[in-house]
């Protein structure tokens, strides 16, 4: 394989001087007209946006990418301040439904260059080989049209990228990463010493966060803020690890750039470009290709905005299939209180993980199954956890100046894929004038016992650490589906290199086309599927055939 460098030069890139970003290389980067016929338009610029304009950039392509948000500079938009930093999130209107609505719009939404991991943990587990087959190996869910040996090249080439901190990884597929683990802090502390008690494997990682100098990359400085986006740029996002190389390749990033429509001839029945609104006037861009990366409830809503003569139900619907299976991840947080001091905010949120609930357990009156990282929120979120229990007044104050004694710890339960959690259009409009998104949300009984039992054993972790109170409030975390690769249309939108069944030259490469997701935070599988998808297109036709 060849070094990190010559695959992916961001990290070089940086000023020597220890300024955060590469203002040159944005001011000079390639432009091109409307008019212009580009090989490829890709709408968002997060996780799956950017790694494919990164790979085709270098593959000789004219690219542009889109995003309806701005583009990012850590010296001046991000703060040490959680309350600050709630413009990173989509807060764009949406409609939520269901017996379990989603809140949407914090910890599963992305705005801007760089997407939802520029406020991500840093957290980048792999999907576990079984996380591909849960059909046929527990009987729910769906099987992938790929396995975990189609991407492994592709998760090993993306952690060397970011690069990935972490221990020997003893679980699915066991491998070791790029970087030593990071020094743990007093919530890892505590999560091992548990563990420990318990007889519980604990591993201390991964994450994609710098533990060393990378390029001209500063090192973790445990500063506590990862969720408020990295300003000294240790933590990895697309905005710093994948951008810039586009860049260098002859990319063009087009910021507050909202995609209202993708054009199909309709004699063709090909993808012509894409409509989007910048400054206030509507614009047309050019594309011989084009890439949705909008992520899992934007992606849906704009092949459903798109409908058009030839595909009157959205483009990709004529089986009904945009939209549906969409999945989140149940993410209940449960804290303890300990005598000592614990300070969980000094060190990145999750500094140590088991796995060791991952796989369906045949004693289990439940199939799949979680896994268990240490969190740490800050003083807003945490009094969000206090709240929740009921405490108000002199109550809440008294828990708020306890802080600096609570450990956290935090599930990701795999919540199975239903064609009823979906997004439709809702009758609500935006400030463009287009319909809204609305996502309807239901738990199975599969669903709500995942989290009673990983509620459980986190409790068990603290109390075996000597926590004397614990406490739980339930969450979700990480949407993935809505738009899934399948073997053929009537079961899905794209196939396994990820192109429409509908449409030859269209693409989505985000997170929506996971047919699964695993206990795994998503971000480096979406990543490494649009890598992939990036690989095999560049190997073939640019015009799709």
Not at 296 to 318: K, V
Not at 362 to 385: C, D, M, N
């Amino acid at each position: 394989m060849s070094s990190v460098r010559d695959r992916n030069e961001s990290a070089w890139l940086l000023p020597a001087d220890g300024a955060r970003t590469n203002h040159r290389l944005r001011h000079d980067m390639r432009r091109f007209d409307d008019t212009d016929e580009v090989d490829l338009v890709v709408v968002g610029c997060g996780a799956g946006g950017s790694t494919m304009i990164q790979r085709l950039a270098r593959a000789g392509w004219r690219v542009v990418a889109l995003d309806a948000g701005p583009f990012w500079d850590p010296d001046t938009d991000w703060v040490s301040d959680e309350a600050g930093s709630h413009h990173l999130y989509w807060t764009e209107p949406r409609v939520i439904s269901g017996s379990d609505p989603v809140p949407l719009g914090s910890n599963n939404s992305g705005r801007g260059v760089g997407g939802s991991m520029v406020h991500y943990a840093g957290y980048t587990p792999r999907f576990h080989p079984s996380d591909f087959e849960t059909y046929t190996r527990d009987g729910v869910g769906a099987d992938w049209p790929i396995d975990y040996a189609d991407l492994k090249p592709y998760y090993e080439a993306i952690e060397e990228e970011l690069p990935v901190a972490g221990e020997e990884w003893p679980w699915g597929d066991p491998h070791s990463y790029p970087y030593r683990p990071h020094p743990v802090g007093g919530n890892g502390e505590i999560f091992l010493r548990g563990a420990e008690k318990l007889g519980v494997t604990a591993k201390v990682g991964p994450v994609a966060i710098v533990n060393g100098r990378f390029g001209n990359r500063a090192h973790c400085i445990y500063r506590g803020f990862c969720l408020q986006g990295c300003k000294v740029n240790a933590k990895a996002s697309p905005l710093i690890t994948h951008i810039p190389d586009a860049l260098a390749h002859g990319a063009e990033v087009r910021a507050n750039a909202m995609v209202t429509k993708i054009e199909v001839d309709e004699r063709t029945g090909r993808a012509t470009g894409v409509h989007y609104v910048r400054d206030g006037v509507s614009r047309f861009q050019r594309a011989a290709m084009v890439a949705v990366a909008g992520y899992s409830i934007e992606t849906p809503r704009l092949l459903l905005n798109s409908a058009c003569d030839r595909f009157p139900d959205g483009i990709g619907n004529d089986f009904d299939q945009v939209g549906r299976y969409l999945m989140v991840q149940g993410a209940p947080q449960t804290a303890g209180r300990f005598d000592a001091e614990v300070r969980m905010y000094k060190a990145p949120p999750p500094e140590v993980s088991t796995e060791a609930f991952y796989e369906t357990d045949p004693s289990k009156p439940y199939q799949r199954g979680f896994s268990i990282q240490t969190v740490s929120p800050l003083p807003i979120t945490w009094a969000e956890h206090i709240a929740a229990q009921g405490h108000w007044g002199s109550d809440l104050r008294e828990y708020m100046s306890d802080y600096v004694h609570w450990s956290c710890l935090g599930a990701l339960c795999e919540f199975l894929a239903q064609p009823d959690n979906r997004v439709t259009l809702s009758d609500e409009k935006d400030r463009h004038g287009l319909p809204v998104a609305h996502f309807s949300y239901s738990q199975c009984d599969n669903d709500t016992q995942l989290m009673k039992a990983a509620q459980s054993v986190m409790e068990d972790i603290l109390h075996a650490a000597g926590a004397d109170e614990v406490i739980t409030i339930d969450r979700y975390a990480h949407l993935v589906g809505g738009a899934r690769m399948a073997a053929d249309e009537q079961h899905g939108v794209v196939d396994a290199d990820c192109r429409t069944f509908a449409v030859p030259n269209l693409y989505i490469t985000d997170g929506s086309v996971l047919p699964t997701q695993g206990s795994a935070n998503p971000a480096l599988t979406i990543m490494s599927v649009a890598a992939r998808a990036a690989d095999r297109l560049a190997r073939g036709a640019r015009n799709g055939a």
